[in-house]
Structures are given as structure tokens and as C-alpha cells.
């Protein structure tokens, strides 16, 4: 009896180290709370949802065992320092080797690690300088505003009157870089930027601010990378204060975030990106399964999560290998191009702008908020 005891303990034992072996995780580092919430609740819910799609058909089967994909989530309140945190128990104690990032602050925090650890990692970053040719296990998710913006801001001069622009960003590495891309568009296509403004993540009063910018008399109010809410709130205040121009967004779109914070009538006109096409039947499927468990409506960034996690599972795949990322990172350029859940074809690139291919090429669309809610009235090239 004590014989079998032992073999049924150690068959126990089997068992647990057979499941733990053919679990697949998958870590995401992201803004879950404040303003950056609803970008990081997409990124989170999105590869949940591209997730649970694998294990309902059984799992990933890479290299004859199929696995089980983990996702793991933790809160860096768009905080450098929470963020590594954050990826140091990703890493060392939940042994995950795949990690989603969302924010530039994080990113470039762990820029130097994820190519020193044994890591793959997919970036939201917007900074320019999240990807160079030495980056080999780093990846970013979709086109930055470096590519997307010409033709934004080509779309502008060419439907819109206004001409006299300032622009505003968060002070941080996101907020700077797009500030200087946004400013030599504007410039290149004839716009006359006669303001800069720079104001700190978590602010709520942007009265003086608004004040400064309301007496330089511009036409066109550019919000760049302001997280949705806090976008809503500067244009809310800057409507209370009598600024009676225009709205655009060309960073970090979140149109119904807006619109719950500014309200509908301060909201409408405002001209802005989109990650998505509401029109769009595979995005609203994606919509609704996010609804059906956060219960309320995603920031439709989560269609580039979503994707990007169905890339890196195929490419896991392809690699044969989970336990070896750089397997994994070789295989992508192998599988593009992949279609979008939107049926977009996405494709792999960024060697001219950074040494390597290390980005997904996406599509994005320009977007009006009309009556409360955005419409298409645009694509980028």
C-alpha cells in the first residue's frame, strides 16, 4: 500500500508538472487605472480575448504539445518605475518569456532589458525611439504616428479651412516626440503652429494653460497622445472658457472616453484618429465580447492588441519552440502578411525607418465625432 501511496503521489506530481510545462504565458504591462486606463483595459482584454479564442479550439500546438495560453496582467499606472517592477515578476517569478507594453514610459525603462533577458516583446510605444537596428526582441504592435501623420495631416490641408494651429501633449517622451513630428507636418503643409504647450500626466486644471492658448487666437487645437479622459477635459474646460475652434487628435484615439468627459455638444466636430472602423463587422464582434465582460464599450485600440496577439501566437508556432523566443521573433517575418480582424492586410516593416523590421504595419482611419459618436471620413496611407 505504501508502494502505490508513493506512485500515486508521484503520478500526482507528473500530472502538475505536465500542466505547468504546457501552459503558455503571456504577460501585459499597462496603465489599468487612471487616464491611461482605457488604452490599458484594451490592450489587456484584447489579448484575454485572442486568448481564450486559442484555448476554446484546444489550446496552441507548438512542436507536438499543445498548450494552454496564461495571461497575465499587471497595473504600471503609466509609471516607468511600476513598470519594471511590473516586468521583473512577469519574468522572474511568473516565468512568462512574452510580454505586451503598452506606454512609451514603459518601454524605454525596459528597452535594454528585453534585449538582454530571454524575452519577446510586443510595444504600443509611440516614441521613435522605442525600435533601432539593434532591436531583436522587441517589436512594436502598430504604425506610429511617424507614419500615419503626413498623410493625417495631408487630409487636413486639403479638407479643412484652418490654418493656425497649436499643439498639445503630455510632458513626457511620448508627448515630445510627437509635438516635433506634429509641428514639422503642420509646417511642411502650410499650417502656421503659433503654440507649444506641455502639461504633466495626472493634471486636472488646465485653466491657465487653456487661458495662454486661447489669447495666441489659434484655429485648430491639436491633442496629440492626451490620454481619452484627459482629452475630454481639456476640451470641456477649454469650451467653458469660450474657445469656440476646432479639436483634432492625431494620437491615442478614444472618442466615446472624449465624449463622456467633454460631454456631447463641446465634443462634436472633433476631428481624430481611429484605430477602427465602428462600421466595421469584425471589430464589432471584437466590441462585444469585450463588453460582455467589462461591460461597456472598448477604446478601439483593442483591435490592435487583439491582432498583434493573434501574430505572436502564430509566430510561437511557427518558431516550434515556446520556451525560445528568438525562435518565435524569426518566424514572424515568415508569417506576414496575416489579416487583420478588420480584413486589413497586415505586413511587417519599419527597416527604413529603424535598421530592422520590427513593426506591424497597420492601418488607421480619420475619424468626426458627430452626434457623440466617431464616423469614418478618412484613411491614412
Do not use: C
Amino acid at each position: 500500500m505504501k508502494l502505490l501511496g508513493k506512485l500515486a503521489v508521484l503520478a500526482g506530481l507528473a500530472l502538475a508538472s505536465t500542466a505547468h510545462a504546457d501552459t503558455l504565458k503571456v504577460g501585459v504591462v499597462a496603465p489599468l487605472t487612471g487616464g491611461g486606463a482605457p488604452w490599458g483595459m484594451a490592450a489587456k482584454v484584447g489579448v484575454e480575448i485572442a486568448a481564450n479564442e486559442v484555448n476554446e479550439k484546444g489550446g496552441l500546438e507548438v512542436g507536438g504539445t499543445t498548450y494552454d495560453v496564461e495571461v497575465i496582467s499587471y497595473d504600471d499606472k503609466y509609471a516607468a518605475a511600476d513598470a519594471v517592477a511590473a516586468y521583473n515578476r512577469l519574468v522572474n517569478q511568473d516565468g512568462a518569456k512574452y510580454v505586451v507594453l503598452v506606454t512609451s514610459a514603459a518601454t524605454m525603462a525596459l528597452k535594454q532589458n528585453i534585449e538582454d533577458d530571454d524575452v519577446l516583446a510586443l510595444t504600443a510605444s509611440y516614441t521613435i525611439q522605442a525600435l533601432d537596428a539593434n532591436s531583436r526582441h522587441m517589436i512594436r504592435l502598430y504604425s506610429p504616428p511617424a507614419d500615419y501623420v503626413p498623410s493625417f495631416v495631408s487630409w487636413m490641408k486639403d479638407n479643412l479651412e484652418e490654418r493656425k494651429v497649436v499643439v498639445v501633449n503630455p510632458n513626457d517622451e511620448t508627448g515630445w516626440d510627437q509635438t516635433k513630428l506634429f509641428k514639422a507636418e503642420f509646417e511642411k503643409n502650410g499650417f502656421d503652429v503659433v503654440g507649444e504647450e506641455l502639461f504633466e500626466r495626472g493634471q486636472t486644471d488646465f485653466t491657465p494653460m487653456l487661458t495662454k492658448i486661447k489669447s495666441m487666437n489659434p484655429q485648430i487645437v491639436e491633442i496629440g497622445g492626451t490620454p481619452p479622459a484627459t482629452a475630454g477635459l481639456i476640451v470641456r474646460q477649454a469650451r467653458e472658457l469660450g474657445y469656440e475652434g476646432l479639436f483634432t487628435k492625431m494620437g491615442g484615439a478614444g472618442p466615446h472616453d472624449i465624449v463622456a468627459a467633454a460631454g456631447k455638444e463641446a465634443s462634436e466636430g472633433i476631428i481624430n484618429m481611429l484605430y477602427a472602423d465602428p462600421a466595421n463587422e469584425g471589430f464589432n464582434t471584437l466590441r462585444e465580447k469585450y463588453k460582455a465582460t467589462e461591460g461597456h464599450d472598448p477604446n478601439e485600440i483593442i483591435v490592435s492588441f487583439y491582432d498583434a496577439a493573434n501574430v505572436l501566437f502564430d509566430a510561437i508556432k511557427a518558431g516550434g519552440n515556446v520556451a525560445d523566443p528568438e525562435a518565435a521573433r524569426a518566424a514572424v517575418a515568415g508569417i506576414m502578411p496575416v489579416k487583420s480582424v478588420q480584413g486589413d492586410d497586415l505586413t511587417l516593416g519599419g527597416k527604413d525607418r529603424y535598421g530592422v523590421d520590427a513593426q506591424i504595419m497597420s492601418v488607421n482611419y480619420i475619424g468626426e465625432i458627430k452626434d457623440g459618436e466617431p464616423v469614418v471620413i478618412g484613411k491614412t496611407e
